[in-house]
């Protein structure tokens, strides 16, 4: 039988820190997968992952289980850690997506092109649409707990969402018409 | 968003996985912070040992010290009593 994450942080809390290697193993594909789309480089994505699960041993206490699920508030830690980031690091130049034209995804040479064009338009997208669409679309998160992770109101997210997708659908576009 | 280049790179973004050695990572640390608090911890257990005896010994101290000085404030008016009795 598998034991709940809240079993576990409570055994952890008690002393038992090994029990810990579970949460991690449980949570880290999901928590790197999050910081790789909000930051787009594996690297970071690695530290900021790590520096999440230390954040949140070290503040277990801080923790309250009744008011969310660990992995919600593993998710905003490693959402802040993720915007602490990006607010240090220089502008980078990023070339504006608007043409993706004259492929084809047929071709895997081109699907890899286009998913690289679409890895840009995600990185271009302002970072409160980025990190709710990674959390609806990869991470697959219900919208109540992504209102939760980025503190703000359901309808917010809905919006913030919405706003992510028609960017990147309107980038996606002539290349469909393309390939048609 | 049902096209079909999207949803193969969706599909490709929620394959991302960590590098394999990423949890023993992050166990080794944890394993080191907890050696640490539990040095802290006893760190702090004879810092409030130290602390109490010493609060013990200065309560020791003043009391000696009050004592010494009645002693002296006796012997010294004892005689000056003596002699006006005298």
């Known amino acids: 039988m598998e034991i709940d994450d809240r079993e576990l942080v409570r055994r952890v809390f008690a002393g038992q820190t090994d029990d810990f290697r579970t949460l991690v193993d449980r949570h880290q594909q999901s928590v790197f997968r999050f910081a790789s789309g909000l930051l787009g480089n594996r690297e970071e994505a690695q530290d900021v992952t790590q520096e999440a699960f230390l954040a949140a041993f070290l503040n277990l206490s801080g923790y309250d289980a009744s008011r969310a699920a660990f992995s919600t508030w593993l998710f905003t830690i490693a959402r802040n850690r993720c915007l602490n980031l990006l607010k240090q690091r220089r502008p980078i130049a990023i070339h504006k997506p608007d043409s993706i034209g004259g492929v084809s995804p047929a071709d895997p040479m081109i699907s890899q092109e286009l998913s690289q064009q679409l890895d840009r338009a995600l990185a271009a997208l302002p970072v409160e649409q980025r990190s709710a669409f990674v959390l609806a679309e990869i991470e697959e998160l219900p919208y109540a707990e992504i209102a939760r992770i980025e503190r703000t109101s359901l309808g917010t997210v809905k919006s913030r969402i919405h706003r992510a997708k028609q960017r990147l659908q309107s980038l996606l576009e002539p290349v469909m018409r393309e390939s048609k | ?86």
């Open chain 2, 1 to 86: 968003m049902t096209d079909q280049p999207y949803e193969q790179w969706l599909a490709e973004r929620r394959e991302v996985s960590p590098p394999p050695a990423l949890a023993d990572q992050i166990m080794s640390q944890v394993a080191e912070l907890e050696s640490q608090r539990r040095a802290l911890w006893w760190l702090r257990v004879i810092q409030r040992i130290e602390q109490s005896r010493a609060a013990r010994w200065g309560r020791v101290r003043r009391s000696a010290s009050d004592w010494l000085l009645a002693v002296c404030l006796f012997t010294a008016c004892c005689p000056v009593g003596v002699l006006l009795r005298s």
